[in-house]
């Protein structure tokens, strides 16, 4: 649908059109703005067993294209890289366009997923309630949108929001968003908030709110920083010691802050896509890394298991048409796919991904540099990963199955 912007807001539609500017700036972003580790602790690696398998020429059955081989799918769709973990194993790694290992990349709203995590666990220590208004840790939202939320509403995007007294537009507030922490995405003659605590004090609510899913970063933001109220840490920090630290990440992480040294919660964390597939299998495993356990498995399950009745039980994606059908869930910023295998997901823009599926014991995560445009479809990651899956669990079935030791197996070059 055609939106009519407002001259002003001109510079803020432009997008990204460029894969390559993309990709420049997802790999990169510490040199565009101040960043705080988030460190991955003294412990050991935990190391990936793999059992590598050229899944490159695999036959994918996707919309509008039905016979295209994994390896065309990665190229149209602008990928950096992807790690397909199934039972535990890597059995496929490839990076592209120069990106490498182990340099972190831009997660985008995958972080989203990130915070959603942590809430769960420092809510399940007692430090707050979901029904608690934000303005009882943060006072100074007291009186505006998000410090008028429940923090459960919060945590799905229950918010009806306008910022400054404008027209809201979401892609145009998600540039807005991003000029806050990083002033050489500002244009000329900028007068807006220069921090993101500053930036959540222009919402104002406009609509009524726990009725409806809103896509919208100054939910995730809302809830970051009641988290750092509540236990009187940084972001950063908390993520480490909760999680980073405890999944034998191999690489230190980091996000982007802003002039006052506010993490950019919703959408400024890089990582390594390996790390961000160890988070995932921590995950999948119920909360376990081997025999050691690092989140409660109640947690781990709570993504699929604890979506509550109402608007989170029907959502669509946050850039799919408002005719298109609900399918979807949405729980403590991730996406419950509501597919035959128990899949979810964290999801960013320009096709950044971690998909978890524990019926097809499958996790994949993807970075990548696609770009935003009426004129060209976002590519189908989600059929396409999970027909791998699908694809692998066919191919592990047919090599267990009894009395069927010596069949020949089909094995892709």
């Not at 490159?56 to 509008?64: E, F, H, K, M, V």
């Amino acid at each position: 649908m055609t939106q009519n912007i407002a001259t002003d807001d001109i510079p803020w539609a432009r997008g990204f059109t460029d894969p390559a500017d993309i990709r420049q700036q997802s790999t990169t972003i510490r040199e565009m703005a101040p960043t705080r580790r988030v460190w991955r602790g003294k412990g050991p690696t935990w190391t990936l067993p793999t059992d590598y398998t050229d899944l490159s020429a695999i036959t994918l059955n996707l919309p509008d294209h039905p016979e295209q081989t994994l390896s065309e799918f990665l190229a149209s769709a602008h990928s950096d890289g992807i790690a397909v973990l199934h039972r535990g194993q890597i059995v496929y790694e490839s990076y592209l366009h120069g990106c490498k290992a182990h340099e972190p990349h831009l997660n985008a709203s995958m972080a989203k997923s990130y915070i959603g995590l942590m809430a769960a666990l420092v809510e399940a220590q007692g430090l707050f309630s979901r029904d608690d208004l934000a303005s009882k840790f943060v006072p100074e939202l007291a009186g505006t949108a998000f410090g008028d939320t429940q923090i459960q509403d919060l945590l799905h995007m229950g918010t009806d929001i306008t910022y400054g007294g404008r027209k809201f537009y979401r892609t145009i507030e998600a540039s807005r968003y991003w000029a806050v922490v990083a002033p050489n995405l500002r244009p000329v003659n900028y007068r807006g908030p220069e921090t993101i605590l500053e930036h959540l004090a222009t919402a104002r609510t406009a609509g009524p709110t726990g009725t409806e899913f809103r896509y919208e970063n100054g939910n995730v933001e809302t809830v970051a920083e009641v988290l750092r109220r509540v236990t009187g840490t940084t972001t950063a920090e908390l993520l480490s010691d909760l999680v980073w630290s405890q999944i034998g990440a191999e690489e230190d992480a980091f996000y982007i802050v802003d002039s006052a040294g506010t993490e950019m919660a919703a959408g400024g964390f890089s990582a390594t896509l390996r790390d961000v597939a160890r988070l995932g299998e921590m995950i999948r495993c119920d909360g376990a890394v081997g025999d050691r356990q690092v989140i409660p498995s109640n947690i781990a399950r709570s993504m699929t298991t604890g979506v509550p009745e109402g608007y989170p039980a029907k959502v669509r994606g946050a850039r799919a048409p408002v005719d298109s059908p609900a399918t979807m869930s949405y729980h403590d910023f991730w996406w419950i796919l509501n597919d035959p295998y128990g899949s979810f997901m964290a999801s960013g823009i320009h096709g950044q991904r971690l998909l978890i599926s524990r019926d097809l014991e499958l996790v994949i995560a993807h970075f990548g540099a696609h770009i935003l445009s009426p004129a060209i479809a976002a590519p189908a990651f989600v059929p396409a990963f999970l027909q791998i899956g699908a694809h692998l669990r066919a191919t592990t079935h047919a090599l267990t199955a009894p009395h069927n030791s010596h069949s020949p197996v089909h094995q892709l070059d």
